[in-house]
């Protein structure tokens, strides 16, 4: 009976050690291998709880997530399609019509721009250059010059004698001299003044440097004139009737003289069809 008790205890103390043997060694394995795979039941409370947490997370999030989702989404996509869709036709539509609007626009103004102005400006100096100074109709501060020289230039002729000098004599213990042949009566000189002065202005420069002998023109032997450069000359109107004007004339000396411009005034008379100088030859020169 003692054997056997003894026996059996040690079968039983045997159980127990190979029991807590495997007990011990159960762990380990579980632990060193896949836990989902080995023990179950390990993976269930694992799997568990996370339904649960996402469970209890998740129903609200659904409640606001889908509807912000769903709110975002739609509006994203409606909005890619606004994007796209205007894109479309837009483009292609300012697209079309610029490049329509230039090529149209500058070829009707440049064919009629080039056209229009080129007439005028070929027939002005055609005319104006055509304009002879004693023959002037239109008088303003640029053809005013022309005929201001052209005056010059006969009162030159004038004062000089003409186109040579004629027979000299003795008179009141002066000496004097024909004109030419060509202005050596008084009317032929006043004809010829007339070209370019009024009447009035002719005579009254004849009278003053000419005398009459005999039918025959005749001045005192010297020469006139000065060292304006009437050539450079500017005009500026001063008054203005329809048939009566005045210009004020800046007139410049030669440049080594270095002396001031002079101001002179002259006067413009229309006769007839054309403009005169109505200022005497030798109040201007």
């Known amino acids: 009976m003692k054997i056997n008790t003894k026996l059996s205890a040690l079968c039983i103390a045997a159980t127990l050690l190979s029991v807590a043997q495997a007990a011990a060694a159960a762990p380990t394995p579980a632990e060193a291998t896949q836990p ?5 039941s390990a993976t269930v409370p694992a799997l568990v709880p996370a339904p649960a947490a996402s ?63 080129q007439p ?3 027939s002005a100096p055609a005319a104006a250059t055509s304009v002879k100074p004693t023959q002037l109709d239109k008088l303003n ?5 022309p005929l201001v020289l052209e005056a010059q230039s006969r009162y030159l002729y004038a004062i000089s004698g003409g186109s040579s000098v004629g027979e000299s004599f003795q008179r009141n213990g002066k000496s004097y001299r024909y004109l030419s042949e060509d202005i050596g009566t008084k009317t032929k000189l006043i004809n010829y003044l007339t070209q370019a002065y009024t009447k009035q202005a002719s005579e009254q420069f004849v009278g003053k440097f000419f005398v009459e002998i005999n039918g025959k023109l005749a001045q005192l032997d010297a020469d006139g004139g000065n060292l304006l450069e009437f050539n450079r000359a500017t005009a500026k109107m001063v008054t203005m009737t329809p048939v009566k004007r005045s210009y004020l004339l800046t007139v410049p000396y030669p440049a080594e003289t270095k002396k001031a411009n002079e101001k002179i005034t002259v006067n413009f008379e229309k006769v007839g069809s054309y403009w005169k100088i109505s200022s005497a030859p030798h109040v201007i020169f």
């Open 141 to 145: 501060h640029e053809s005013a010059i």
């Open 120 to 122: 005028p400006s070929a």
């Open 36 to 40: 989902g795979v080995a023990s179950p």
């Open 55 to 117: 469970a209890s997370v998740t129903p609200p999030a659904p409640a606001q997530a889908p509807s912000a989702q769903a709110a975002s989404i739609p509006s994203a996509a409606a909005g890619s399609a606004k994007a796209t869709a205007p894109a479309a036709p837009s483009a292609p539509a300012p697209r079309s019509s610029a490049s329509v609007a230039p090529a149209a626009a500058p070829t009707a103004p440049s064919t009629a721009q080039p056209s229009t102005p």
